[in-house]
């Protein structure tokens, strides 16, 4: 009995310190994922850099401040800070926190001069000892003038949840669109995202964003363009063992129809795959240094149109130049670009295409140099295959395409095939093949 008694105090005593316990967890995993951001992006020019400028935690509840401020954007509107106040409220597995915009002037402006003082955006979060910290936003429809233009904003939502450790990220999201009258119009818009980030170019996971519909008016309700149901996919896949990336980006649109032309079912995926994940990221780094040096020259050139031309003409080379010893280093065996699925339904008839082009070896910039001197090393240095069937008479002067256009080559670009031009072209045994015939390098 007494054992018992003992027990249900330590239990009570528990349940009574839990809220205290998970306020201060919450405060050590918001402080670590701020550090955690700042770091990932301190070396990107634009990015914003976050601050708790404020973190008043008590035994059951806690507020916070955040500052989020970007300093090397330009001065637009003066929003170069964003303040964001949460409120939270210790429970016994986790917490539960409301935050808002209001305490930005410029914010502030916007919602009593537009929205006649009503705020359409909610922030709600909630913290889990155990799984991690997820926000919803909820955007509620409002209507405003600006510029002589009326824009109309429809609700929309956005779910991201993160673990502990702030690695893996998890969004789903939904817009029921916007319109610009007489201007744009843009509806069912959805983005979802699975992701583990390991640094500002290495990621693991996939991503997509559809629309069903976006229409562009030429200032009245007859649209000059119609594009329907486009969707963007992206896979990447990192192996840590290996330190390689691969990745595809898939993009398909249902139609698109303007004055005098329907397009249908258009489809394509690009891949680059076995990218070395270090060199890539040096590669990334070096540019946005490169960048960055040049846009603090332009800042510091007083908005001097003259001198913004001489500071681009002079170190827009260099960057080019600058780059090529970290592109050099991605030239490893196995790279290899795809473009697969390509399909476009024109009036005319369907178009249909891909290609795939990989490394057998390890390169240099000067090898291929040689390879420009040396043709027939081609077939020892890649892989190929490439195909594309188009439409008789879609190709001005197709003829052309239809005989060999140097020595070597035993047959044109394309064949005639049931009303179609078609092209096949591979390496195979060591040899360069053209729509079944040697191609003599």
Known sequence: MKKALAGAVVLIALLIAAPFVNGLMMEKILRSQVDKANELYESQPYSPNFEITRYARGFGTSEIEF???FSQ????????????????????????STASLTQNSWYNDFINESLEGVDPLTITSQFNMFSGLSTTLTLAPFEFDADEDHFVVSPATLDIKTDRSGKHLLANGSFDGFSIADVLDLKGCSVTSDIDVYSTMIMDGDSSISVDQISVYAGDQNAIIDVSTLKMTSTTDYNEESQRLSTTATYSVDKIVTDD?????????????QLDSESLQNLYDSYISMVSDLMANISASQNDPEQIEEIMQQQLPMIGLGLLPQVEKLLTKDLQIEITDLHVGLSEGDVDGGLAIALKKDMTLADFATIAQQPQTLVDVFSFASNLSLPEGLIPDQQSLLVPLFEGMQTGVFEQQGGKLVHQAEIKDDQLLLNGQELVL
């Open 73 to 96: 954007w330009p001065d637009v509107n003066k929003v170069q800070t964003i303040i964001i106040s949460e409120k939270a409220k210790h429970g016994i597995l986790g917490a539960t």
């Open 261 to 273: 032309e329907e397009i249908n079912n258009v489809n394509v995926s690009v891949g680059i795959n």
């Open 67 to 69: 500052k989020i401020t």
